[in-house]
């Protein structure tokens, strides 16, 4: 069995290793907070980290589009982007969402990684709201933020996703 990360699930599902009615031209990624940043790493590493153990290991794991929720940890010092993630012209369109107010994972890490998106030429759809907080799901509160499994629908329709 292969490396147990995603560079190597998605991969997978690229040779026809798993059996999915999916489209194997259109696999993203999506995570929220800590998993926000999974997604930035998904999005611009996509050869493994390790010696590769087996045939999936030597395909390219860049999914088609990723979707990060109030990412976390991609912000440092300064607000520069973490020096572990590496954006390209390769990196995949991206989706980012987070709330002014979010008292875990300040806004930095959305809009430091949408910089690095613009600088690289990667087409992004950054959407900031004034209050959501943190971990907001998709539970009813009264703010905008609410909103945003349609303002997502919508940029996988734009983008040619669905």
């Known amino acids: 069995m ?15 290793n798993y059996t999915t009615s999916a489209d194997a031209n259109k696999i ?7 998993g926000g940043y999974l997604v930035a790493q998904a999005s611009n590493i996509f050869q493994p980290a390790y010696t590769p153990v ?15 929720m109030f990412p976390g940890h991609l912000c440092r010092a300064g607000e520069t982007l973490d020096p572990g ?8 369109p991206t989706f980012l969402l ?25 087409k992004a759809e950054v959407h900031l709201f004034a209050k959501g907080g943190h971990a907001f799901a998709m539970r009813p509160l009264g703010h905008p933020v609410e909103k945003w499994p349609s303002l997502v ?9 669905m």
Do not use: M
């Open 2 to 16: 292969g490396g147990a990360c995603p560079t190597h699930a998605i991969a997978s599902i690229y040779t026809g």
């Open 28 to 34: 993203g990624v999506i995570g929220f907070s800590a």
């Open 54 to 68: 087996d045939a999936i290991d030597n395909v390219s794991s860049r999914p088609d589009f990723a979707v990060a």
């Open 85 to 92: 993630i590496k954006v390209s012209k390769e990196t995949p």
């Open 98 to 122: 987070q709330a002014w107010d979010d008292p875990v994972d300040p806004v930095c890490n959305s809009t430091v990684y949408a910089r690095a998106l613009d600088h690289a030429g990667v």
């Open 153 to 161: 629908e919508d940029w996988l329709k734009d983008t040619g996703v």
